[in-house]
Structure formats: C-alpha cells, structure tokens
C-alpha cells in the first residue's frame, strides 16, 4: 500500500500477515498443503541445503545432515518448532548408552547437525519464524548451545582398537598380497594383473602415508623428481591433490617426499610392466579396473578386509591402520615431528594455535621443515 508524504509516494510496510502469506505463496504455488506441517518441514530442509550449497558444502555432508534431522525428527515424534533442549538431551543420552553406544565424536557430530539446522530456521532473514508462529502457534528456537553440548578436548578421540599396524603383521599382510600374485601366476588363473595391482597399492599407501580417497585419486603424473635423492628417478616426491578437505573447501593439496627406497622399486615396476596391461596407457588414472575406471575408496576398504580376515587379523584394521603405520614408524625410526606431519598433512590444534601466535615462529618452523626434508631425502 501506498501513502503520501509531502506529496511524494511512499511504500509503508507490510503486515506480518502479509509476510507469511506471501512466503506461503512463493513456498507453495498460492496452494496450502493439507498437511501444512509436513510441507513446511520439508520446505525448510530444502530452504537448508540450499544454503549450505551457497557455502559449497560437500553432497555427503548435506545428505547426512538432513538424514540426520530427519531421523530425529521420526524418533522424538515432534516438529523442529516443538523441539525443546530436553528432547534433545534425552535422545543423544540414549544414543551413548547401550546397546547403541555411539562414539563421543558421533554424537558431537549429531549435535553439531541438529544446531546448525536450529541456526537456519530461528534466522530472522528466512520466514520460518512467522510462518511457525502464526499457522502452528509456535517460535522454533535454539535449543543446543555451549551449556548442553559436548565439548572438543582433544585431537584425537578414535576409538581405542584403531591401531596403526605393528611392523610384524605390516610384513605379514605385504607377503600375502604377494602370494595372491604368484598363487593366481602359476595357476594361470584370471586375476592375477588385479592382485598385482592391489598388491603395489597398499604398498603405496603405506609408503606414502596416504588416506584411501587421495591413493584412489592418484594419477601418474602425480610424481615428479626430487633434486635431493635422484637416485629415486621419477618417484621422488608425489603430488597428493585430494587431501581431506575442510568444511566448505577444496581438497587440500601436499607434496609427500618419497623416503623409502623399496617403494620405489615396486611402484616402478607395476608402472612400467603390469599397468600398460591394461591396454589403456593414455588413461591418466595409476589405478585403473578391467574396465577402464578408476578403483574407488570403497573398492580399497573392501579388498583391504578381504586380506585382513584371511590372515586373521584384528577387524578393528582398516586401510587408514597403513597410513598410522607410517606415521607411527617415521617418529619410531628418528625422523623430525614437524616434517612427518607435513608429509602426512596433519595440523593439530597445538600447531595452528603455534601458527597464529607467532608469524616469526611459524618461519623458523617452516626452515626447520625445509632442513628436516632435505636431511631425510639425503
């Protein structure tokens, strides 16, 4: 509506009425659902991912935040705008006893999901706060905060079984992918370019320090010479392009310097002997299927349980148990702290809090990474 002022038009505000019907139009086509509840429940988890898509969160972390409302949602039998912080309580208390057990890290995450959806439907720049309170009599509200949250103590909180690989049962699985090769080499049996492949990636991953997603990535390009050990050749060092990726960012790049010498030897062989098998030597993949794809993470943890329930290993291993090997046996064999972290790209708290306090310190740091990494790779 319109008024005058001096003769000059003005727009007056609108009604708080006509704020939601308006919203209730653009939400749904000028139609009102029968079930006013549901619609509007589902139209603000799409309103949610459209602003976590705004941020560029990752589909997996969209997906599982809203599998995880939803769930909450099914469970306490009540609408995001009932929810009260005892719900919320109750419901992560029965999670943490058994016989679900949830993982402290788990129910943090839970929290953490459930808070931030609460953070998009009490925002006043959205219209959930009118429409709730006008058609269902009730504010949503923010019922998770720092008094009932867990907090984050420490770096580490995995849970107890997960080990890195002791330097025994570390030969013991390498020697089994091995006999897979030979096994289905004598017996002339299909599989054995598949074992041999298998056999050099684990190998890779515990050479290199590497997550499952950043070895499934790797292309052969990916390695490149260091100056300082030219005895490696082409595999001196090795451009990681998908590290673990933080909130709303890109995957994390890190260049990983080649230090042991039977990698090298193995790596060079599967490249130069058992790849160009394939027949596909224009694909830039170092891990390509029969079929000319690429093997996938999955791929790697369900080959790794394969080997490890053969040999009777713990079930707790898993292939991120080849990655806390090398870390665990660089620090074990002598080598400077600092540079296994940046070879394995791990900042801990300790070292970001060391970082921002200190921008002379972080440079003296970073010289004495750049000695580490010259001294190791002599």
């Not at 549901?38 to 309103?47: I, K, M, Q, S, Y």
Request: charged content about 30%; some cysteine; aromatic content about 10%.
């Amino acid at each position: 509506m319109k008024g005058t002022n001096g003769g000059v038009a003005t727009q007056q505000p609108v009604p708080r009425g006509g704020e939601v019907d308006a919203a209730l139009d653009a939400l749904f086509g000028g139609v009102r659902p029968l079930r006013l509840n549901e619609a509007v429940f589902e139209a603000a988890l799409e309103g949610w991912r459209r602003q976590q898509a705004a941020r560029h969160l990752a589909e997996s972390t969209k997906r599982d935040r809203s599998l995880l409302v939803r769930r909450f949602r099914d469970e306490s039998g009540l609408w995001p705008w009932e929810w009260q912080a005892i719900h919320v309580d109750e419901w992560l208390e029965d999670l943490g006893a058994p016989p679900r057990r949830r993982a402290v890290s788990t129910l943090r995450g839970y929290q953490g999901a459930l808070r931030a959806f609460l953070e998009y439907l009490t925002d006043e720049r959205y219209p959930w706060l009118a429409i709730c309170e006008r058609e269902f009599g009730r504010r949503p509200v923010q019922v998770i905060d720092e008094r009932n949250s867990i907090v984050h103590l420490s770096d580490y909180e995995g849970a107890p079984g997960r080990r890195p690989m002791t330097r025994e049962e570390l030969i013991m699985f390498f020697d089994h992918c091995d006999a897979r090769v030979q096994v289905r080499r004598s017996l002339r049996r299909k599989g054995s370019l598949t074992a041999f492949r298998d056999a050099t990636l684990f190998k890779v991953i515990y050479a290199w320090g590497l997550r499952r997603q950043e070895a499934a990535m790797l292309d052969v390009s990916d390695f490149a010479r260091n100056p300082h050990r030219p005895s490696f050749g082409r595999y001196g060092s090795l451009s990681v392009r998908y590290g673990k990726a933080s909130r709303g960012g890109a995957p994390k790049c890190r260049n990983v310097l080649t230090v042991f010498d039977w990698a090298v030897e193995v790596l060079e062989q599967y490249i130069d002997e058992a790849r160009l098998l394939y027949g596909r030597s224009e694909h830039p993949a170092l891990w390509m299927t029969e079929r000319g794809g690429r093997v996938t993470s999955e791929y790697v943890t369900e080959r790794f349980a394969e080997y490890r329930d053969e040999l009777g290993l713990p079930r707790e291993l898993s292939p991120h148990a080849l990655r806390h090997s090398y870390v665990t046996h660089l620090i074990e064999d002598g080598f400077d702290e600092l540079f296994v972290q940046m070879q394995s790209g791990i900042a801990t708290r300790r070292r970001r809090r060391s970082t921002r306090a200190s921008a002379a310190t972080s440079r003296t740091r970073r010289c004495d990474a750049r000695c580490a990494l010259s001294s190791a790779t002599r």
